[in-house]
């Protein structure tokens, strides 16, 4: 793996076999490490708010995990859950706290409640790595979310192409994908997808690219992470 310098976004370019691709690049993208790292991966993976600089990064993040972990949710999911499981699943006061950090609950939650594929690849120093897969429908998009499981971080997945590689046909726009979330509207929902970004580019090295975190799960990478399950 390689330090990225140059990009706007910082990160770690990928080089494992996995994410070798002659016409794209893969960059494992930092995001801070306050137990809501999981929710600033998915706010950079779907592009939300354009948060690609650090210093507006965080607190989106922060208000996106407030937006989708609220209790009526949180409940419906858990009375969802078989009966033997229900008790083992943490409570809502726990799960909204900002230093909470994701667990196997979460990633259900997040892939049940919202339509949301998740593919996450779990790995540390010292185990080998591991893929966990949390899936809604074939048809939802693909965000693909690394696990550095020894300090309990996560870190999105992002892809840097020459070519314009998104499935529009799966999603249109993050603000369309998002409308599906807030059917009876807070203000504070309204805000998050008011300011949900339609397009994202990316300057200096990789001016030339697109770049982007929302998969679709036909798409070569997401068969060769699943394959290796």
């Known amino acids: 793996m390689s330090k990225n310098l140059e990009s706007p976004i910082d990160g770690i370019q990928l080089e494992h076999e996995w994410f070798n691709h002659s016409n794209k690049l893969y960059m494992r993208a930092h995001t801070h490490g306050d137990g809501t790292c ?33 209790k009526e949710k949180w409940e419906e999911f858990v009375q969802s859950l078989e009966e033997d499981v229900r008790p083992l699943a943490p409570d809502f006061e726990n799960v909204s706290k900002q230093t909470t950090y994701a667990c196997d609950f979460i990633y259900s939650f997040v892939s049940q409640m ?58 249109e726009t993050t603000r369309e994908f998002f409308a599906q979330f807030f059917e009876d509207e807070t203000a504070e929902e309204k805000e998050v997808k008011a300011t949900l970004a339609t397009d994202w580019s990316c300057r200096q090295k990789f001016r030339d690219y697109h770049v982007r975190g929302v998969f679709s799960i036909e798409e070569p990478i997401c068969q060769k992470l699943l394959q290796a399950i």
Not at 114 to 131: E, F, K, Q, R, T
Not at 152 to 161: K, L
């Open 38 to 70: 999981f929710f600033h991966s998915l706010v950079l993976a779907l592009n939300a708010c354009n948060v690609v600089y650090e210093s507006s990064r965080r607190p989106f993040g922060i208000e996106f995990r407030k937006v989708l972990i609220n």
């Open 114 to 171: 919202y339509g949301i594929n998740l593919i996450i690849v779990s790995a540390s120093a010292s185990s080998p790595v591991g893929i966990i897969k949390k899936f809604h429908s074939p048809t939802c998009p693909v965000v693909i979310i690394a696990h550095l499981s020894s300090i309990e971080h996560f870190e999105p997945i992002i892809e840097f192409s020459r070519h314009n590689t998104a499935p529009r046909d799966l999603i």
